[in-house]
Nanobody, 120 residues
């Protein structure tokens, strides 16, 4: 099971850090990804990494503002989001896959999502 948290309301230009905590099973051999879905839009890939910390990859459009990282001791993967703007408003999901995918259909396990709202 994956549990995403850390969303909320933030002003444009601000920062948030999302957390994705794993429980109930081990995801140590999996790839963990972050996706987001804005109202009326398709789910969009944000970033992914192996739970070990390798194979980090960010969507080109978000590189430099968003950073994925992990804390193995806490069994948690993070998404640090900086310089937020209104276009970043979305529900953010973490998910796990057995391979290095960037499509939502590549991922088998999904958290419930956490809402990020950026006010301009």
């Amino acid at each position: 099971q994956l549990q995403a948290s850390g969303g909320g309301l933030v002003q444009a230009g601000g920062s948030l850090r999302l957390s994705c905590a794993a429980s109930g099973r081990t995801f140590s051999s999996y790839v963990v990804g972050w996706f987001r879905q804005a109202p009326g839009k398709e789910r969009e890939f944000v970033a992914r990494m192996r739970w070990s910390g390798s194979s980090t990859f960010h969507a080109n459009s978000l590189k430099g503002r968003f950073t994925i990282s992990r804390n193995n001791a806490k069994n948690t993967v993070y998404l640090q989001m900086n310089s937020l703007n209104a276009e970043d408003t979305a529900v953010y999901y973490c998910a796990a896959a057995s391979g290095l995918g960037t499509r939502a259909e590549d991922y088998d396990y999904w958290g419930q999502g956490t809402l990020v709202t950026v006010s301009s």
